[in-house]
């Protein structure tokens, strides 16, 4: 959708260079912007070269009479097209000394066909006064083509005098119309105290469409900043942009912006109704999968409810195993996220999930046990314990053995309501004596032992064994607790050895 936009925009501009009307050259739409600018700069470069010498003597003509005869003469015989093509070749303060006796109507026709590349020095040296004269008549004929050709061009002083003479939503135009796409987040530093203005006025005016357009021209970090503006407005401005995003198909531009917005931010556009719509996200998933998007999309997925992320998760399932490995391994460092979409995949998907060997690498696991410890996310990781192989329990046994003594009780608190105690339980049994040693003292000393003893059930009698194999390591409270619960399991030969404790 957005490149659509450029491409009019650069349409419009080259009709201008050509004097014909935009219509003419709509079999052109088809072009790349980067085509059209390169082709429009050639057409301009053919017409100065076979225009240099007569546009020379010209301006050696001008050099001869005073300014304000030279203006005169400008004005009236001339004529601004002509002006404008000698501009650059005038020296720039004699040039500046002729446009301050002009009209600022006569030097608004001039901008029109000024090429800012060949006047750069008489543009650097305009006057303040003629610079806001200049804008408001452009402005007050809304020719923001021209407006945003220049504002590409002239240095920082000349726009902050020239911007206060623009409405708020002139200011959306002219940054639409910028002939470098790349002045964009100057143009935006600019008007920093007028962003929520420009913003209210194009949700007021319905002009999303370009605000978008010139969103995807935006560096990373003025283009979040931009979204975060967005995002702390009314809702209603947030859902016209949504509205108009969705419309338009244009989450190519607005789910990049997610990776740099603010928490903040992210959490107020995933609360949004069409952000409950699973038609949405399930186009924003299938976006973040096709177009290299997927670490853009996991920020957001952060704040998805458990009903978005299944719907999120059963767009991603549908990828074939090598695609889910690729997708893994690029989100390495994002378990705070891959957990929660993990855990809403279908049982089958998860389990297919948790087969993958790329998940069963020493590296792979180490990450997501430090990240669930981090950012507290037992509750979501642990669920994962059950469907992994025994083969990744050494493995795990090392990562848990390397947790602090606060965040291994928090994920023994966690087990019981995850339904893997059993599977804990059997991972911590795989730990050297000395990292063993320290695991049951701490499980010993919880204040949730009774509760979590209570949870551990299994039925395989291996796994009692390798209980009752180390009971002279246990501590006396935690042996007895273990005891009453094997007698309730009926596992009544272990219950009596443990109770023995030799």
């Known amino acids: ?283 924003i998933a299938d976006l973040a999968l096709t177009h290299d998007l997927w670490l853009d999309l996991l920020p957001l997925a952060e704040h998805l409810t458990a009903t978005q992320l299944r719907t999120v998760a059963a767009r991603i399932s549908t990828e074939p195993d090598d695609v889910l490995t690729t997708l893994i391994e690029q989100a390495r460092n994002h378990w705070e996220t891959l957990f929660p979409v993990a855990l809403a995949l279908e049982p089958d998907a998860r389990r297919r999930f948790a087969s993958l060997p790329v998940v069963h690498r020493s590296d792979t696991l180490t990450t997501a046990v430090t990240t669930a410890a981090t950012h507290d996310l037992w509750a979501e990781a642990l669920p994962l314990l059950g469907i992994l192989p025994d083969a990744t329990h050494d493995t795990l046994a090392t990562a848990i053995a390397d947790l602090s003594d606060d965040n291994f009780i928090a994920a023994i608190a966690a087990a019981p309501a995850a339904d893997c105690t059993t599977t804990l339980v059997r991972i911590a049994l795989r730990q050297d004596a000395t990292a063993r040693s320290r695991s049951l003292a701490l499980l010993d000393e919880s204040g949730d032992v009774e509760a979590l003893v209570a949870t551990f059930t299994p039925t395989d009698s291996s796994v009692w064994e390798a209980v009752v194999d180390i009971r002279s390591e246990l501590p006396d409270r935690l042996r007895h607790l273990l005891a009453v619960q094997a007698k309730r399991c009926e596992q009544n030969e272990f219950a009596d050895l443990l109770s023995d404790g030799r």
């Open 1 to 283: 959708m957005t490149a659509s936009h450029h491409t009019a925009a650069e349409i419009a501009r080259l009709a201008a260079a050509l004097g014909r009307p935009a219509a003419d050259l709509e079999f052109l739409a088809a072009l790349p912007p980067s085509a059209l600018r390169t082709f429009r700069e050639q057409i301009s470069d053919r017409i100065s070269a076979r225009e240099a010498r007569r546009m020379q003597k010209t301006a050696a003509a001008a050099a001869l009479v005073p300014p304000r005869l030279a203006a005169k003469i400008t004005e009236a015989a001339f004529g601004p097209v002509l002006a404008a093509a000698i501009a650059g070749s005038v020296d720039p303060a004699r040039a500046v000394a002729i446009a301050s006796a002009l009209s600022p109507i006569f030097l608004a026709d001039v901008a029109v066909t000024l090429d800012p590349r060949r006047a750069a020095e008489v543009i650097a040296e305009i006057p303040d006064r003629m610079a806001a004269d200049v804008a408001r008549e452009l402005l007050g004929r809304r020719d923001y083509l021209t407006m945003g050709r220049l504002a590409a061009s002239v240095p920082d002083d000349v726009l902050r005098v020239a911007l206060p003479h623009a409405a708020d939503i002139d200011l959306l135009h002219v940054g639409y119309h910028l002939d470098d796409p790349a002045a964009a987040d100057r143009l935006l530093s600019l008007i920093t105290d007028r962003v929520p203005g420009l913003i209210q006025a194009t949700n007021a005016q319905g002009h999303w469409p370009e605000a978008i357009a010139l969103l995807d021209t935006l560096g990373p970090t003025e283009r979040s900043r931009l979204a975060d503006e967005v995002a702390a407005e009314d809702t209603e401005i947030l859902d016209g942009l949504l509205t108009t995003v969705t419309t338009l198909d244009a989450w190519d531009t607005l789910l990049p912006v997610a990776a740099g917005m603010k928490p903040e931010g992210l959490r107020r556009l995933a609360a949004r109704p069409s952000m409950q719509d699973p038609a949405v996200l399930t186009t």
